[in-house]
């Protein structure tokens, strides 16, 4: 039972209570378009390039036996899909310029690196938050870690798009003291345009989340051209108004800084290019859009 970890971070004081580790785990079956976290979409390690730590020695591209690498003027080009992943190019690269993203970890791997920081979690009030891509595509290494964090004591927050079978769900609830979970778009076929899937079983999940008595808040992304029409906005209001409980919302605003994770990627990013965060003010009218339904806003 393993998966590939992208990413742990320590000292997190915007995952959940107190002070948090959050594990990242790569893997998601959504596709957003405004993605922040790109390299959380693949289930697999990637390789990675940072063009600003090249030296343009060409190392990696001699040694690369399926002829993945091309350097070129402004650097290295990789066609991903002949890279099979061997390593060979990572190994001989001088700066670590090229080098992969993701280390395959398993259950007593994980357990060993959450609990590095129990003193902190103590002290604070906090605990560990289960984050990616998505968490719950990885359902059995999650109740594994979950339940060994209970185990133990420790408070624990999972950060989901909810996209996960009610099953999956329900049986993980009790081991989850708070979710952080996400609605994009109300209206399901330009969910599925944008985020790359429909969206009835992640608003069937909202409604038994808001049936359990685990703390949720809802997390809303607020994208230029994608989710910030104020139908899309009013529609999520009015779908959290009709659950059986009013679960907080917290509107989370553009970050364009995943351009240049798209571009290593290879992915196009479909966010116009000088589409900048909002102001304070515009955000302010996009929350008071939910607070006049009575929605508490974070
Ligand atoms: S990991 Fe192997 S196949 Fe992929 S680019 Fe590097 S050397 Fe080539
Ligand atoms: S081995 Fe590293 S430094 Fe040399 S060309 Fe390749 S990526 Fe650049």
Redesign the pocket.
Known sequence: MNATIFDIKRFAVHDGPGIRTTLFIKGCPLNCKWCHNPEGLEAQRQ?WYFQNQCLKCGD?VS???????TLEEDGIR?NRE?????????GVCPTGA?H?IGDIMDADTIEEELLKDLPFYEESGGGITLSGGEPLSRPELVREILTRMKGKGIHTVVETSLFTSSEVLRSLIPLVDMFLSDIKIIDSAAHKEHAGVPNEQILENFRILADSEREVLVRIPVIPGFTDAPGNLEGIADFLCSLSRKLPVELMNFNPLARDKFRILGRPYEPADGDKPYSDEAMEAFRDIFRKKGLAVK
């Open positions: 390789l990696c040694v690369c036996p399926e002829g993945v690498l990789i002949l890279c099979t992943s061997c390593g060979r190019c990572t090229l992969f």
